[in-house]
């Protein structure tokens, strides 16, 4: 559970504590990297908004539709796309409250089948590991990730495979998860 | 406003309707144009889903969180995005009730914004428009309509204009909005 510096709870995050919490500081810093990275004009890539379906809008004022019932859906795609050097970017990113392993079932099946769908097609397509109890964040390569996915009989990816094969992502002050440096020396090669 | 074949009428249609209804069959028939496309692995372009802020969260069960306020968010992005033949593709698409010009204001100022972006980012990007009245749906291509919008100080884009400069959309049954069969001729040089 979040508490914010108001010592007031977000609604929402009161409300559907388990489902929605999971992630939420991750997206938040990703969200602000990916705004810095818009704001200098290096990188055009958005979350998209979460998914739901709209079953009842109150429509009071022409100005102002009220939903009144709606419902989570399950993404069909990743959370995050867009362009950078005028590749096709592609990634999804989850928090991990475990400290030795990731578990998959985090990852939805058809999220996976959507990465491989774009790597096919060309895509850059990583996914994001924050290990929240060891303050690391790992960039790991999809094409990597479901090769070892589809080889190992295992419920989850011990933490020592991404040490060994994901990318800890540099953090500082403006972009929290600076992962267009990992994705310069990874995918173009580069050094820094 | 959309009346369904069981005579009922939709409550989402029905409590929003100026809001929601406006291209709610050309959003349907790309949206079945893509999921072809993505069935015989052509290429992997969703909508982005309708963003919304959630206000309020019930949680009865674990199961089922029932959203019991939100609101419509503008969104900052185009609806549409993904990859074809290793490229980012990025579009918006909007319905026309007009028979003479297509109105500039049912164009966000940062869609406009965000398909400079993208452009400059190397993407191909473009508009659909349909002229609902003429059952026409024309690509257009996003830099040539933003230069055009530019230069003009009209509110509006004539129907001329498209005829001339944009590019008529073939239909067909499973691909209502054959886009792709455009974007070939026009980004990849290619004669059909």
């Known amino acids: 559970m979040v508490n914010y510096p108001n010592g007031k709870k977000n609604t929402f995050h009161t409300a559907a504590a ?3 919490d999971r992630g939420m500081a991750l997206e938040k810093d990703i969200n602000a990297t990916n705004e ?4 200098i004009d290096r990188a055009v890539i958005h979350k998209k908004p979460t998914p739901v379906t709209i079953v009842k809008v109150d429509y009071p004022r022409r100005s102002a ?4 019932e709606a419902y989570f859906k399950l993404p069909s795609t990743t959370d995050y796309n867009g ?6 970017i592609d990634f999804e990113a989850k928090e991990c409250a475990q400290k030795t392993s990731f578990p998959l079932k985090s990852i939805h099946e058809h999220q996976i089948k959507h990465l491989s769908s774009v790597l096919n097609h060309g895509a850059i397509a990583f996914l994001i590991i924050r290990f929240t109890k060891l303050g690391e964040t790992y960039l790991a390569d999809a094409e990597e990730t479901i090769r070892y996915i589809n080889t190992c009989d295992r ?3 011990p933490y020592e495979w991404f ?3 994901a990318h800890l992502i540099p953090y500082n002050y403006v972009r929290p998860v600076d992962y267009l440096q990992v994705v310069d020396r990874l995918y173009f090669k580069e050094n820094q």
Chains 1, 2 share one sequence.
Not at 36 to 39: G, I, K, Q
Not at 83 to 88: F, Q
């Open 65 to 68: 539709a009220k939903i009144t």
């Open 18 to 20: 388990s489902q929605a």
């Open 36 to 39: 810095y990275y818009l704001s």
């Open 155 to 157: 419920q989850s990816i």
């Open 163 to 165: 040490t060994e094969h």
């Open 83 to 88: 362009i950078y050097r005028g590749k096709y």
